[in-house]
């Protein structure tokens, strides 16, 4: 499986698991050794961003967390997501061929569906700087039996429909080229992989909807700065900025 091809990493694979996220983080919380990565393709209780559950049916996906202890502060844990995104669109394209795109600020879309999903967590130190991080993925492999539930069917897709049926090797493959592909982007500078992260991007120029915070409603999307925010002009005129926030790409 995925050991022959990632090396210098503990890797742990569960069969089930409520959450790898929230395993990972309980064990950080008490020392557990940087590079550690948890897997499993059934979660009892994935999780996603702003307090979501992330469905995660049984043998149809890859659910991993992967810890880190990078020396940055936490309000620039963003980065992380950014990093993450980035190496998943690369990871894909090396392995299968294929391009995909960001939903800012975390989800890898394609053709307005999303294939994976991205959740970081982290403790942070008295100084303000990030104790740990736990990068979270969900990538979707195939159909699930019986298919995904109706709130999920129109706006999810995975590899399988994107690519055709995959060997189990090619799965690992994407797994531990998207890791690979992570070190290099974090390691080097996330910050310098802003313009990359913005030419992968599906979501610049078009009308959305924003579904949380001050600024709720529709607005058009007029670009991602470089401090991974997005920024955004609503009906009135008005230009503003968001940080953080969920929103939803508009079709019609």
């Known amino acids: 499986m995925i050991k022959k091809f990632l ?16 395993v990972l983080k309980n064990r950080a919380a008490n020392g557990e050794s940087e590079n550690t990565i948890l897997i499993s393709e ?26 880190i202890k990078p020396d940055i502060k936490a309000t620039d844990a963003v980065f992380i997501t950014v990093a993450a995104a980035v190496a998943m669109v690369r990871a894909i394209n090396n392995v299968l061929g294929i391009k995909t795109q960001i939903k800012w600020v975390n989800d890898i879309y394609y053709q307005n569906k999303k294939l994976c999903g991205i959740l970081t967590e982290g403790g942070i130190s008295s100084s303000g700087n990030l104790d740990f991080a736990v990068l979270g993925v ?5 159909n699930p039996p019986g298919g995904y539930p109706e709130e999920f069917d129109y706006k ?19 797994v531990a080229e998207f890791i690979n592909e992570f070190d290099l982007v974090f390691k080097a500078n996330p910050k310098d992989f802003i313009s990359e992260y913005k030419e992968y991007s599906c979501i610049i120029g ?25 920024e955004v002009e609503l009906p009135t005129g008005k230009k503003v900025t968001l940080s953080s926030g969920d929103v939803s790409i508009c079709f019609s």
């Open 206 to 230: 078009r009308k959305i909807e924003i579904l949380s915070g001050e600024h709720k409603g529709y607005a058009k999307v007029l670009d991602i700065n470089n401090s991974a925010e997005l």
């Open 42 to 67: 059934y979660q009892t209780a994935g999780r996603g961003r702003l307090g979501k559950s992330f469905f995660s049916p049984r043998g149809c996906g890859v659910y991993l967390s992967y810890l």
């Open 7 to 22: 090396h210098n990493k503990k890797i742990e694979y569960f069969a089930e698991i409520s959450s790898t996220n929230t």
């Open 138 to 142: 969900g990538l979707n492999i195939k």
């Open 156 to 174: 999810t897709t995975n590899i399988e429909v994107v690519a055709g049926e995959i060997t189990e090797d090619t799965k690992w493959r994407i």
